[in-house]
T-cell receptor, first 115, second 111 residues
Framework: DVKVTQSSRYLVKRTGEKVFLECVQDMDHENMFWYRQDPGLGLRLIYFSYDVKMKEKGDIPEGYSVSREKKERFSLILESASTNQTSMYLC??????????????FGPGTRLTVL | QKEVEQNSGPLSVPEGAIASLNCTYSDRGSQSFFWYRQYSGKSPELIMFIYSNGDKEDGRFTAQLNKASQYVSLLIRDSQPSDSATYLCAVPEAGSYQLTFGKGTKLSVIP
């Protein structure tokens, strides 16, 4: 079974802090994704990566950066946390073996609260 | 921007009934479609995918695809309270590894 893990289930930070969210997958997947999910807005893609050291902006990259130094690990960084970044953050991974069956597998999520 | 539309619900059905969830998409070139289930406070989990016109059955779940009309549906037979969740429809973006998600339909199965 694919396993995607995230570093924290719940996180509380203060405005202005630098925040690191980490995601690790154990299935040798090339693709990894960071989403945030808010009520009424659905899942929104922040960044994704299709290879080590590669990254692409998603729909809402402002205020975020990412790092992918190893294939299994994809980090989301909030350079200076703000209250409007309070959200559920979800990491996902997939394999491009067959593009049209490119199922994404999700981690458990991190509920981030910025005070 | 490709669009995937779902009724937000809530959709309430009695236990044992058939729940019907619908999704429409804007890109006529879309070839495959995913249904994810998300329990409150949890992450989405894949329950079905379909890439051919017609029906695909897996246990109590049936996915139906009509490419001409650009809709995909999910039927849940013999609905159980444990099926109460939000169901997300997702469509791959052509030429990309991304999925476009609908905002989900919240299903409530009443005992």
């Amino acid at each position: 079974d694919v396993k995607v893990t995230q570093s924290s289930r719940y996180l509380v930070k203060r405005t202005g802090e630098k925040v690191f969210l980490e995601c690790v997958q154990d299935m040798d997947h090339e693709n990894m994704f960071w989403y945030r999910q808010d009520p009424g807005l659905g899942l929104r893609l922040i960044y994704f990566s299709y290879d080590v050291k590669m990254k692409e902006k998603g729909d809402i990259p402002e205020g975020y950066s990412v790092s992918r130094e190893k294939k299994e690990r994809f980090s989301l960084i909030l350079e200076s946390a703000s209250t409007n970044q309070t959200s559920m953050y979800l990491c996902a991974s997939s394999s491009p073996a067959d593009r049209w069956l490119d199922t994404q597998y999700f981690g458990p999520g991190t509920r981030l609260t910025v005070l | 921007q490709k669009e995937v539309e779902q009724n937000s619900g809530p959709l309430s059905v009695p236990e044992g009934a058939i729940a019907s969830l619908n999704c429409t998409y804007s890109d006529r070139g879309s070839q495959s479609f995913f249904w994810y289930r998300q329990y409150s406070g949890k992450s989405p989990e894949l329950i079905m995918f379909i890439y051919s016109n017609g029906d695909k059955e897996d246990g109590r779940f049936t996915a139906q695809l009509n490419k001409a009309s650009q809709y995909v549906s999910l039927l849940i037979r013999d609905s159980q309270p444990s099926d109460s969740a939000t169901y997300l429809c997702a469509v791959p973006e052509a030429g990309s590894y991304q999925l476009t998600f609908g905002k989900g339909t919240k299903l409530s199965v009443i005992p």
